[in-house]
Structure formats: C-alpha cells, structure tokens
C-alpha cells in the first residue's frame, strides 16, 4: 500500500511563503501524475495543482495561478508546492493525492494557516 506524507505546513503572515512537500512510499513514482488539494472545515475539498508525471505538464486553480508552484523530484520521490504572496483566504489543509494501481491515495494532510 503506497503512503503518502505531507509536511511543511505552518503559520504566516499575509505575503509570506511556505513550501509544502509530500513524499510518496513507492518505487515507481516517477510514473504518476500528482496533485495538491486542499479543504477547510465544511467545504469541499477543492483542487490546487497538478503535475504530469515527467513533470512536462502543470495546471493551477485560478485562485493561485502566479502565487503556487508545483514541482517534483523524482529521485526523492517527492512532490513540491511552492507557496508566495500567501493570503488569509489559503488558510486550509492541504492534501497530497496520487492514482497509484488505479487507487486514490491521499496523505495525511498538513494545516497552512495564514492571518491578516
């Protein structure tokens, strides 16, 4: 069963950054395409970014278009999510997803908490 875990969340300011990493329990990593999400208490879990699996190919929310950045390092079985100019409205737990054997799997979830 392929785990994945999540860290790097925190506490910010408005403006600042953080730099979210998940790192994936599977050999054959570099073949997945893989996603961030991320959800507040009541809402539905909504998507932030994808990569393809060469990392050739990425897609954002309008929400975070020019402030996030996906990225990966397959050697580190790793996925990245590079967060600047960080608003209270980011404030959430954030989700690493991947399709692993025709499976979901999602991690653990790490919080980002943003004030004003």
């Known amino acids: 069963q392929v785990q994945l875990v999540e860290s790097g969340g925190g506490l910010v300011q408005a403006g600042g950054s953080l730099r979210l990493s998940c790192a994936a329990s599977?050999?054959?990593?570099?073949?997945?395409?893989m996603g961030w999400y991320r959800q507040v208490p009541g809402k539905e879990r909504e998507f932030v970014a994808r990569i393809t699996w060469s990392a050739g190919t990425t897609s954002y929310a309008d929400s975070v278009k020019g402030r996030f950045t996906i990225s990966r390092d397959n050697g580190k079985n790793t996925v990245y999510l590079q967060m600047n100019s960080l608003k209270p409205e980011d404030t959430a737990s954030y989700y690493c997803?991947?399709?692993?054997?025709?499976?979901?799997?999602w991690g653990q979830g790490t919080q980002v908490t943003v004030s004003s």
């Open positions: 599977v050999r054959t990593f570099s073949a997945y395409d």
């Open positions: 997803k991947g399709n692993f054997f025709t499976v979901d799997t």
